[in-house]
């Protein structure tokens, strides 16, 4: 399997260009800044994850937004100014968005051609912008697609958008991964290409009755909720049964040993399996425990992750580096902030 060298340790900007309330200038401009990158990098993390929302850099009508693109370009200068590679991450796309709050039909991007060539004309966009960044800006198809049933589909649409980008920047790497919101039983379903510069993606959160306890947007989880981990395997069991099965299914998976390393290598094997057999990296773009878990609990988590991450070579980002309940900075104590973030 080869490896994503240069996005080993990183961290998600959520909340900066994407997934955020407050669209004004002041956000945009303040919300992450130089000091930003250079704390990360005094971290010892070696890139971020930037997810943007199309609406940042598009205009209605598909038009570039020459402001949006400005912040993009500000933190490609600091990341490169402080040694920090880039992820590009387009988080919604137009007619396509992932959020279980916002109530849109997530399949219609699938079918509807119009959209689609919208989204191949972005990423030419893209990919025509930053591709003398190639050497430090990676790009990200789209963020986490839900529906199973669009399998087939998005693998096609994927490798038409890689196509096009590498025939204008083919030394990008090209990120792009599976449904189930991007979980990591999808990896298998992936295409099959023969592209080098192509890398596949999951997200992990498991178990999510853990790492989202208490969370206000999870269907069905007490706001109260509180667990730790290590925990044993029977109880996060117990505990998942009164969240959607489609969230949780992974914990149910048979022969699962108890939390510890082993747990994630049992989970992530069938991932490893195909990204070995295709001979190409595994990175996990986002994973991360909820601020309401006690500190002890998230560091355990992290360490027990990171053991199977570093045993593969594989790259991955935190969720998050500010606010958004996952915030990295947001650890009132220096020291735990540090101690989580030396397992990353």
């Given at each position: 399997?080869?490896?994503?060298?240069?996005?080993?340790?990183?961290?998600?900007?959520?909340?900066?260009?994407?997934?955020?309330?407050?669209?004004?200038?002041?956000?945009?401009?303040?919300?992450?800044?130089?000091?930003?990158?250079?704390?990360?990098?005094?971290?010892?993390?070696?890139?971020?994850?930037v997810?943007?929302?199309?609406?940042?850099?598009?205009?209605?009508?598909?038009?570039?937004?020459?402001?949006?693109?400005?912040?993009?370009?500000?933190?490609?200068?600091?990341?490169?100014k402080h040694?920090?590679n880039?992820?590009?991450?387009?988080?919604?796309?137009?007619?396509?968005?992932?959020?279980p709050?916002?109530?849109?039909?997530?399949?219609?991007?699938?079918?509807d051609?119009?959209?689609?060539?919208?989204?191949?004309?972005?990423?030419?966009?893209?990919?025509?912008?930053?591709?003398?960044?190639?050497?430090?800006?990676?790009?990200?198809?789209?963020?986490?697609i839900?529906?199973?049933?669009?399998?087939?589909?998005?693998?096609?649409?994927?490798?038409?958008?890689?196509?096009?980008?590498?025939?204008?920047?083919?030394?990008?790497?090209?990120?792009?991964?599976?449904?189930?919101?991007?979980?990591?039983?999808?990896?298998?379903?992936?295409?099959?290409?023969?592209?080098?510069?192509?890398?596949?993606?999951?997200?992990?959160?498991?178990?999510?009755?853990?790492?989202?306890?208490?969370?206000?947007?999870?269907?069905?989880?007490?706001?109260?909720?509180?667990?730790?981990?290590?925990?044993?395997?029977?109880?996060?069991?117990?505990?998942s049964?009164?969240?959607?099965?489609?969230?949780?299914?992974?914990?149910?998976?048979?022969?699962?040993?108890?939390?510890?390393?082993?747990?994630?290598?049992?989970?992530?094997?069938?991932?490893?399996?195909?990204?070995?057999?295709?001979?190409?990296?595994?990175?996990?773009?986002?994973?991360?425990?909820?601020?309401?878990?006690?500190?002890?609990?998230?560091?355990?988590?992290?360490?027990?992750?990171?053991?199977?991450?570093?045993?593969?070579?594989?790259?991955?980002?935190?969720?998050?580096?500010?606010?958004?309940?996952?915030?990295?900075?947001?650890?009132?104590?220096?020291?735990?902030?540090?101690?989580?973030?030396?397992?990353?």
């Amino acid at each position: 399997m080869r490896t994503f060298d240069g996005y080993i340790h990183g961290v998600n900007l959520g909340g900066w260009l994407s997934q955020t309330s407050d669209t004004s200038a002041e956000h945009y401009n303040n919300f992450i800044t130089e000091e930003d990158i250079a704390y990360i990098a005094s971290l010892g993390l070696d890139h971020v994850r930037v997810p943007v929302d199309y609406m940042v850099i598009e205009e209605e009508n598909g038009d570039p937004k020459e402001d949006g693109y400005r912040y993009i370009d500000n933190c490609v200068e600091w990341c490169r100014k402080h040694k920090l590679n880039m992820i590009i991450d387009l988080h919604k796309a137009f007619g396509y968005s992932f959020d279980p709050l916002d109530k849109t039909d997530k399949t219609i991007f699938f079918h509807d051609e119009s959209l689609q060539e919208r989204f191949y004309k972005l990423w030419q966009t893209i990919a025509t912008r930053y591709k003398s960044e190639n050497d430090h800006v990676a790009f990200e198809l789209l963020n986490e697609i839900v529906e199973p049933e669009v399998a087939e589909a998005w693998n096609k649409i994927a490798i038409t958008a890689i196509e096009k980008i590498h025939a204008i920047s083919p030394d990008s790497w090209v990120i792009f991964g599976g449904t189930m919101y991007n979980n990591v039983l999808s990896v298998p379903e992936l295409a099959k290409t023969d592209d080098k510069k192509v890398v596949y993606t999951f997200h992990s959160y498991e178990p999510l009755i853990f790492t989202h306890q208490g969370a206000y947007w999870v269907d069905n989880m007490p706001s109260d909720f509180r667990i730790k981990y290590p925990d044993s395997l029977e109880n996060y069991r117990k505990c998942s049964d009164m969240l959607s099965q489609s969230l949780v299914s992974a914990i149910y998976k048979d022969d699962l040993p108890e939390m510890s390393p082993d747990y994630f290598e049992m989970l992530f094997a069938p991932a490893l399996e195909t990204a070995k057999e295709r001979n190409l990296p595994l990175y996990c773009g986002e994973y991360g425990v909820i601020d309401l878990a006690d500190d002890e609990s998230k560091i355990n988590w992290v360490s027990d992750i990171s053991t199977v991450f570093d045993k593969y070579n594989i790259g991955r980002a935190y969720w998050n580096y500010k606010e958004k309940d996952y915030g990295i900075v947001n650890i009132p104590n220096e020291d735990i902030r540090r101690k989580l973030a030396s397992k990353l």
